[in-house]
């Protein structure tokens, strides 16, 4: 992961759209679901609502944490891992993210918190919005010090990675049956980071990059280039290559297009650049910054109007060719604005 920013942009890459002020808001006409940063271990949802862009709690969002479990004060008891999520199919808040609930919305699914202390032992639950049911999977056993980890529920798939308890687990990506409980591997040379439709992506070190930037935590080699594979035809293509630098993929909007966050180290005072790919290694800078405003880039959710983000510093709505910043408010999106 990225502490630092990204340099300039490279050979393939346009300069950023000029970003329009807060008031460009005022063509939208709809509610955005937002969580604040937590700060005592709970989560609060709310709303922004647009145009004017005011903001408001909502009583039926608030997430305690116990343990390591965020459960709902709203009936029937929802409980989860968080972040929230608003489930418009269910109008529900649920404690998970977005890549955890079912496409129809009717279900979502967390790890069980005591996997990290059993990797022999590793379950999943799959609950029912609209009544709390839980059911319970138990999944093949891991080695010591790594669990699974839910990618992206999808298609009626909930597709899996490894992940350590310092960093990615053994390569590889699996699809859970929910249906059957039944584990099945697709990937088994590289660890994803993002799946959306038949695309898989990966973060890795492009061997020839002689000046690839070591990770300040670990030693090894943060990764320089993006990549996207065909599940259909296991095809792999290099989607945008940084030589000297690092990426991280961000997000993905509904056409499969890569945000990506470049930076050339962990200093939290190095630049950071946004970018957006839209062909391999065709990139277009949406924003510049510093690595400190990673946290306000990282959370990110794509609908009608464009892909919005938010940190503690604002919510920004990526559309139309413009990056720009729409509420003040420190809070991140947590679902469609409609």
């Known amino acids: 992961m990225l502490s630092s920013c990204g340099g300039p942009s490279s050979a393939g890459s346009s300069p950023p759209p000029t970003a329009s002020s807060s008031t ?34 909502d009583a039926n969002a608030v997430f305690r944490r116990s343990g390591n479990v965020l459960r709902s004060t709203a009936q029937p008891v929802l409980s989860g891992d968080g972040p929230v999520f608003y489930d418009r199919a269910e109008s529900r808040w649920v404690p998970v993210g977005k890549k955890a609930v079912a496409d129809d919305g009717a ?59 310092e960093g990615p687990g053994a390569p590889g990506l699996w699809w859970l049956d929910p249906a059957t409980g039944q584990v099945h591997q697709v990937v088994n040379d590289e660890t994803p980071v993002a799946i959306q439709g038949q695309a898989v992506w990966f973060e890795t070190v492009n061997a020839a990059d002689a000046q690839a930037i070591t990770d300040q935590r670990n030693g090894t080699k943060l990764p320089d280039q993006l990549e996207r594979r065909d599940l259909q035809t296991g095809t792999t293509l290099p989607w945008l290559y940084r030589p000297g630098s690092a990426v991280q993929l961000l997000g993905l909007d509904n056409a499969n297009h890569p945000f990506v966050a470049v930076s050339k180290g962990q200093s939290s005072t190095d630049a950071i650049e946004l970018v957006v790919v839209n062909s391999p290694n065709v990139a277009s800078r949406l924003y510049q910054g510093t690595v400190d405003d990673i946290d306000g880039l990282s959370v990110n959710f794509t609908d009608q109007h464009g892909t919005w983000f938010g940190g503690d510093r604002g919510i920004s709505l990526y559309g139309e060719g413009k990056f720009r910043p729409v509420s003040a408010t420190g809070a991140r999106p947590a679902g469609r604005c409609a």
């Open 24 to 57: 460009s808001a005022t063509s939208l006409a709809c509610k955005l679901p937002i969580y604040y940063p937590p700060t005592t271990g709970d989560v609060q949802g709310g709303w922004v609502t647009f145009p004017g862009a005011q903001t408001q709690q």
């Open 107 to 165: 279900n979502y699914a967390y790890m069980d918190l005591a996997n990290a202390q059993n990797t022999g032992h590793q379950t999943l639950h799959l609950v029912v919005v609209a009544t709390a049911g839980d059911r319970v999977i138990t999944l093949p056993p891991l080695p010591a010090f790594t669990t699974w980890g839910i990618l992206e529920y999808t298609g009626s798939r909930i597709y899996l990675d490894q992940v350590g308890f």
